[in-house]
């Protein structure tokens, strides 16, 4: 006997983490940088990002042992998709040391600029697990990049890493004060350049290029 549409008996509702079977991880991290992005560094708990993910609380524990190692992945994440653009952009640069670290600096720039809460959150310590593999890698994978092509060029009077903490300290003195309110978007009086490009340009000077 058939049996009608209106009395055909319901199958029982699969448990939505039957949705991310066998990439729970990539949609958790999806869920966090979602809630990241947002609201902030301080709204990505383990509770939220499974709620948003559309998980029970306890799923995560799978992959994330707790907030601090979802937090440290996500980190891990945005320094290797930074390494990953700058590589991409070195490709292209023109020959020359000032052109090659203007990549650098420029990426760091834009990404900070656009991203501010995933900038935040890449420099909270508090929060990451720094002696995480993945993260360590990520972060020297820029850093050493970054010594490589000041130590093709001479010392210029002080070593590859003096030269590589002065780029990248302006370069994130500037970003944190724009993102958090103390600075507000210019242009260079001389140059005609936005002032995070002449910015670049100035320390360039100073770095010996």
């Known amino acids: 006997m058939s049996i009608s549409s209106g009395s055909r008996p319901k199958r029982a509702a699969k448990p939505k983490e039957s949705y991310h079977h066998g990439n729970l991880r990539a949609a958790l991290v999806s869920a966090a940088f979602e809630l990241l992005d947002e609201e902030g560094v301080e709204a990505v708990t383990i509770r939220a990002v499974a709620r948003r993910a559309g998980v029970t609380h306890a799923a995560p524990a799978n992959h994330f042992r707790d907030r601090r190692a979802l937090l440290t992945a996500l980190a891990a994440e945005i320094f290797g998709g930074l390494r990953t653009e700058i590589d991409r952009k070195l490709k292209g640069a023109r020959p020359g040391l000032e052109a090659r670290l203007r990549v650098f600096a420029q990426a760091v720039l834009r990404f900070g600029l656009a991203a501010p809460n995933r900038y935040r959150l890449i420099w909270r310590w508090d929060a990451l697990d720094g002696k995480d593999p993945a993260l360590s890698a990520a972060m020297d994978g820029i850093y050493d990049r970054l010594i490589e ?50 910015i670049v340009s100035a320390m360039l000077r100073g770095v010996g290029v």
């Open 149 to 198: 092509e000041l130590s093709r060029q001479g010392a210029a009077g002080f070593d590859p890493h003096s030269r590589a903490i002065a780029l990248w300290s302006m370069v994130h003195g500037y970003v944190s004060m724009r993102i958090e309110g103390n600075l507000l978007a210019g242009k260079d009086k001389v140059t005609g350049e936005p002032r995070e490009v002449a």
